[in-house]
Structure formats: C-alpha cells, structure tokens
C-alpha cells in the first residue's frame, strides 16, 4: 500500500483585529488568580464556543500582528529648545590595559651573541 499525502485545508482568512481582541478579553476571565487552579473545563467550553475555523482565523490574525511588529526602537521626540540634553558618563573597560609609552630617544643598540 502506498502512502498518499493528504491535501492541506484551504487557508482561513484571518478574523479582524476587533474580533481577536473580544476573544483574548474572554480568555482572561479564566485568568488564575491567587492559588485557585485553572478551571479547564470551563476554557474547554469557551473554546467550544467559536468554530475551528474562527479560531484558525484568530491564530493567524495574532502571527501577522507579530510579524508586523516593528523591530526598531520607535524615533525619540526632539529635545524642546532651550533644555540641555544631559552627558552620560564614559564608560571605561575595566579589562582594557594601557600600552606603555614608546620612549622617542636614541635607539638601544642590539647586541649580537656570535663568538
């Protein structure tokens, strides 16, 4: 017998950024609080609640929002004229050694070992 791949499901579109946000504030109200376990039965049911493909559409809403994400430091407003931006201290490597001063005088002489 030979093995026969099965077909992947048609992608879901992805829900609305409104919709994601209904569902996650639903699932925080089974957030655990205290030293009370979580109540899986209850989040089972809440799952229930939306279809698969609801669901599938959720997820892939919240991976595009992720991928969209800025990776950058957002830009720094400008300083407002008349403040003075404040210096930061230098900061010196404690493992960085000083090379000693090459002395500029006359050249020692080399000295050969031959006999």
């Known amino acids: 017998m030979e093995f026969r791949q099965l077909p992947s499901p048609p992608p879901t579109k ?3 950024q409104q919709e994601v946000l209904e569902f996650l504030r639903g699932l925080q109200t ?12 209850a989040i089972k049911e809440y799952l ?36 003075r931006k404040k210096k930061q201290p230098a900061l010196k490597p404690a493992a960085v050694k000083k090379k000693k001063a090459v002395s500029r005088g006359r050249p020692k002489k080399k000295v050969s070992r031959k006999k």
């Open 14 to 16: 992805p829900e609305t």
């Open 30 to 41: 089974f957030r655990r609080r205290d030293d009370k376990p979580f109540d899986e039965q």
């Open 48 to 83: 229930n609640q939306h279809s698969l493909g609801s669901l599938q559409g959720i997820a892939r809403r919240i991976m595009m929002d992720i991928l969209k994400s800025p990776t950058a430091d957002p830009p720094r407003a400008a300083p407002v004229k008349g403040e």
